[in-house]
């Protein structure tokens, strides 16, 4: 298996969370880091130019922009989760995944940030849309929806309802 610093990020802060109890340790939901390292898979990203349709956007928007585009164009997925790029520590963060190829789409994170790493989950586009009908932030993460008690990680929603598993036949 090659090394992906975000897995072992996220397994570092699963394993410091068990240890210490911590319920806040990276100020998301309550066991985030497990809830992702169970669910979640690593994203292939290639060093190529975003296509000709997709423009990049507000950096430090990665969720609306992830969003907003995966809404307005049926050919990308939204996934979420977290990232890494030029050997910086792993941060939560948003992308999209084309629909063909299953290539990561990144439309925050210009293309001179050459080493990247992405993990996470991705969901269903009719999802984003309930998930953004109920929210009145337009940058809100779906893993953060801290005002629903973290539905999707409390299992409140179930994943058929959220999640595009690639897995599933």
């Known amino acids: 298996m090659t090394f992906n610093p975000v897995i072992n990020y996220l397994q570092a802060l699963a394993f410091e969370r068990t240890r ?14 497990r809830f ?26 990665c969720y609306g922009n992830a969003q907003a585009l995966a809404l307005t164009d049926n ?15 792993p941060c939560a963060h948003a992308w999209c995944l084309d629909t063909r190829s299953l290539a990561v789409v990144d439309p925050t994170w210009r293309r001179e940030r ?18 953004q009908s ?10 953060d929806w801290s005002a629903e008690g973290w539905p999707i990680q409390t299992g409140k929603i179930p994943s058929r309802i959220w999640q595009f598993d690639f897995r599933q036949p």
């Open 20 to 33: 210490a109890s911590i319920t806040s340790l990276a100020a998301h939901s309550p066991d985030l880091e």
């Open 36 to 61: 992702l390292l169970e669910r979640g898979r690593v994203w292939e990203w290639r060093d190529n130019p975003l296509p000709p349709d997709v423009l990049y956007r507000s950096s430090n928007r």
């Open 75 to 89: 050919g990308y997925f939204y996934a979420e989760g977290w990232a890494a790029c030029d050997g910086l520590q």
């Open 114 to 131: 050459k080493q990247r790493h992405y993990f996470g989950v991705v969901f269903w586009t009719s999802f984003i849309r309930f998930f």
């Open 134 to 143: 109920c929210q009145n932030l337009p940058n809100q993460a779906v893993l």
